[in-house]
Structure formats: C-alpha cells, structure tokens
C-alpha cells in the first residue's frame, strides 16, 4: 500500500484530506518569539492582526524533523511505502527535512519526496492525482513518476490585494519594482520552476481585478485537465470568491471546482484577499 503524505502548504481542506486519505504535516509560523504550527495552532486572521500590529511580516519554518519523523514512524510500521509532497524547494527546505527523517527511520527505500515546485493547492492538484493512483493501487515509482510529468502542467498563479506582505517577506523579488508606486496596484503573482514571479498588473477595485484576472485565464481552461480547479483564497469576502467561481462555472470546462482556504503560511507571505485560480494543463 502507498500512502500518500504533504506538508501544510498544500491548503487542502479537510473534507478533502479525509476524502483522499492524505497525511498533513505542518510547517511552523514564527510570530516573534512565539512559534505555531500552520493550521492546527494559529489562524491566518491571527497572523494578519500581529503582522498589522508590529508592522512586519511572520517568518515561516520547515517542517521540523520531530513532526515529520512522528508523522512517518507509523506509516512505517504499518509496513507501508509513502509518497510525500513538499513546497517548492526554492522556497523551504521540507523537502531535505522529510528525505532526512526517511533515512533517520531506516525507509529511505520506501519514502519518496517530491519537490513539487510550487505553492498551496498547485501542490494540492498533485496531492490528489497521486491519491487517485495510489487507491488504484498504483506502485511508488509510478506515482512518483507521473507526477514528475505532471509537475509542469501545473498552472498555479494569484491576484494580490496588497502589496505590503509579499514585499516585506522579500518572497518575490520583482514585487520589489512595483511596491514604489503610487498607484493601486495588483499584479498576477505566477509560479514558475518553483518561484513567484510578479506577471500582470490590474488596477481597480478587487472584485474588477478577480473578474478581469479570470478572464485572462479562460481560453487556457478549454485545454485544461477537466477533472478539477481550485479557487483559493486568504479571506476574500464570500462575493468575490462566488464571482470566480460563477465564471468557471459557466466555462462549463472543470468537473468538479473546489474553494479552499489558504492556510498561515501562505497567507503570512500573500496577505489578507489574495485569490488564486489553480489547475493542471491536458495532455498535448
């Protein structure tokens, strides 16, 4: 049996960790002195109240080797390999923490790690499709490898509601020319080979930006996988959030649309209305 393993950074919800039978692992938020563990010990409104109050962005950790160890020792036992699923490496350095707890256990025969190079449920589509195989029963080194070829296919980007988080955390190093200016900016943030880059700019009110960021994405969704996209947000009023998801479903191009919430360490580097639009491209 494979089991299929991420960190935090995923944003899948719970209904669909429980759906697909995934282990969460949490990476840590360090608000000070102060250090939580993403979505079980902290809420991102949390984060936004402290980062507001002392005029800096949260730092954010790894997984810590004593919460990847534990979470890996009973899969272990049970005699059962793993596939896991990381943050890009570029960006956190999960993925050598869970490679070494593999080999501290002795199962570094049985434990894959998967960089995924990318963010939230950009990892979470990966997560899924590696779910579906595993419950097909699929072995290790093919789940392991699909994903490899699916990994480009991701499409993973977001629209920001300020520039304040992203430029304070130094995440997305070409935030930094916009961040100067005067004007109401909120650029597309994209993921490519495992780093945000700032893409278009959209000026106007949030709920025009939404619109207008969805629309750049709809004739790319007709060669899009069909199965599902995800909509995920930071704290997007309900309004905005259902105006993407009015358009994808009209789009009549996804089976299934899922929202989900981004969890503290993705809204400790994005900031509160941030709302991203999520999906694998088809086979060419």
């Not at 994903?147 to 070409?174: I, N, W």
């Amino acid at each position: 049996m494979v089991r299929i393993i991420s960190d935090s950074t995923c944003d899948l919800s719970d209904q669909l960790l429980q759906k697909y039978h995934v282990t969460l692992v949490p990476l840590h938020i360090v608000l000070g002195e102060k250090e939580y563990r993403d979505r079980s010990e902290i809420s991102p409104e949390e984060i936004y109240r402290w980062s507001d109050e002392n005029k800096t962005t949260p730092k954010t950790s790894a997984v810590s080797l004593e919460d990847a160890m534990e979470a890996l020792r009973p899969i272990a036992e049970a005699g059962d390999e793993m596939v896991i699923f990381t943050i890009s490496g570029q960006m956190s350095t999960t993925a050598n923490v869970f490679r070494i707890a593999a080999e501290e256990l002795g199962i570094a025969d049985r434990a894959a790690v998967v960089d995924s190079e990318s963010l939230s449920t950009g990892i979470g589509l990966l997560v899924i499709e590696a779910a579906v195989m595993a419950r097909e029963g699929k072995p290790k080194d093919e789940i392991v490898q699909r994903m490899e070829q699916l990994k480009p296919r991701v499409r993973a980007s977001f629209v920001v509601d300020t520039l304040t988080y992203l430029h304070r955390g130094g995440r997305c190093s070409s935030v930094a020319a916009l961040a100067g200016s005067m004007l109401k900016l909120h650029p597309k943030i994209v993921v490519k080979n495992g780093a945000m880059e700032a893409d278009k700019k959209y000026r106007g009110k949030l709920g025009t930006v939404i619109l207008n960021y969805v629309k750049d994405m709809e004739s790319e969704w007709k060669a899009a996988k069909p199965d599902r996209v995800f909509i995920t947000h930071s704290g997007c009023p309900k309004e905005l959030v259902d105006l993407a998801y009015a358009r994808l479903e009209e789009s009549g191009c996804f089976e299934e649309i899922w929202v989900t919430r981004a969890g503290g360490v993705i809204s400790s580097h994005c900031g509160p209305g941030t709302l991203g639009v999520l999906y694998l491209m088809g086979e060419e």
